[in-house]
């Protein structure tokens, strides 16, 4: 519709999540319009993490080091060690602040379904790390669903063979939510681990 | 809190229009984990469109030739001219498919109080163009907004002085639109520009 090369552009954007034809449009024009030295920025940014962000040798992350900052970092805790299933939930963890140990991303979840079994997930990765580092405590923090608890489940086991301790994150009414808002399926796991005051 | 390398993708993934910090840490992530050629391509075609894209030369649209595709084509109407605000504009009325006429883009509205006068949107191009092709109407469609409407008047008023025929585009309920739901500003304007039948 436009001249190609603005074609192509919105078609390029469309990789992005969330963006589909309208959006894409919309950012096409408003960079070339108003922010050609954003959109160049942009341009060079993609370039260079593409081309230098690897994954962390240790936990498995996003890094463009051998080795993550958490990873690095001699101000961790060596002795706990958080399971998730992406970057973005070590991103999560770290933004709250509260935790102090290391991390290892499975990158993904356990999906016979779809073929992932453990190798697909690093789970001989992890293991070696409790061979090789003094990790007490394994925090288990894959996401609440089907998968996401059967990659838990399947992971305790393990370590449990391996004399490790494990524990689950807790799971139930978000701090700030209104009672009345939460989903049933939360509600009953709410009740369902209760604790004594 | 990650590497520079996609700390820096992600802030300058916020200069696209409604990305915030959220969506663009999710972005990058997500074109880092499972689209890295898709972000190449991205790339690419960012720096050749800031590269190539630049105004047309009798419409002031964005196009990568001398002339853009509709000013170049020799089967558009050469009486009917289109004004409009934005290259999204011209797209926009390009995809209802109905118009077949040529355009003139001015780039922004006529807004005083930002300092906005006509020699910033081209009013002088607009009149030369009047000079040296056979333009018998010029059909004002600039946003139904304060400063569109005075961009309107002030170019109907320029034009009519020149000899010729002014039209703005109609403004009412949109077609499937419900009446309970429309804004009481449009729903006095239709009755206001009824039309007997």
Do not use: W
Request: charged share 20%.
């Amino acid at each position: 519709m436009f001249s190609p090369l603005i074609d192509e552009l919105m078609h390029a954007l469309k990789v992005l999540p969330g963006v589909g034809p309208k959006s894409a449009q919309r950012m096409a024009l408003q960079l070339l319009e108003h922010n050609r030295e954003g959109a160049s920025r942009l341009a060079d940014s993609l370039q260079r993490a593409v081309a230098g962000v690897a994954r962390c040798g240790r936990c498995r992350t996003l890094t463009e080091q051998p080795l993550c900052g958490v990873c690095a970092s001699e101000r961790r805790d060596n002795t706990l060690l958080c399971v998730v299933e992406t970057p973005a939930d070590v991103l999560a963890i770290e933004q709250a602040g509260s935790y102090q140990g290391k991390y290892f991303v499975l990158l993904g979840h356990l999906s016979p379904i779809d073929g992932v079994g453990p190798e697909d997930i690093g789970i001989d990765q992890l293991l070696a790390l409790l061979q090789t580092e003094p990790v007490s405590e394994i925090i288990l923090a894959t996401n609440p669903t089907v998968e996401g608890e059967a990659t838990a489940f399947y992971i305790s086991e393990r370590a449990k063979k391996a004399g490790i301790n494990v524990t689950r994150i807790a799971h139930g009414v978000p701090l700030g939510g209104e009672l009345e808002y939460i989903d049933g399926g939360t509600l009953a796991h709410a009740f369902s681990s209760r604790r004594s005051l």
